[in-house]
């Protein structure tokens, strides 16, 4: 898997996939959760996009799916804790990087 880092608007953003592929979301997220720890404190769907939101200490970051752009994770909006989420997505990058997707 190939993981594409970018800043945009002053933040870190991991682009992980240019397909919305609900079935990748949904295993990316028990990865995530699998590795890093936390709780999902938010999960919201809707037809064409998924923002569910991770929060690891004072950290937050969200996984989010919408058609047409992908897979892609950042710090969330509402998070206290800018620094620590920047980590977080740090962490992500770090383990995404060397993680083998289940085909």
């Known amino acids: 898997m190939r993981i594409e880092r970018i800043e ?7 682009l992980i996939s240019s397909e919305s592929d609900w079935s990748l979301f949904e295993e990316l997220a028990r990865a995530l959760k699998g590795n890093l ?3 999902w404190t938010e ?3 809707g037809p064409d996009q998924r923002y569910w939101d991770l929060r690891v200490g004072n950290g937050v970051i ?3 799916l919408e058609h047409y752009l992908g897979i892609s994770i950042f710090p969330a909006s509402d998070s206290h804790d800018q620094q620590a989420s920047t980590a977080l997505i740090e962490k992500a990058y770090v383990f995404l990087s060397n993680y083998e997707h289940v085909a």
Request: net charge neutral; charged share 25%; hydrophobic share 20%.
């Open 37 to 39: 720890g936390g709780d």
């Open 43 to 45: 999960q919201l769907n």
């Open 8 to 14: 945009r608007s002053g933040r870190s953003e991991l």
């Open 62 to 64: 969200t996984l989010h």
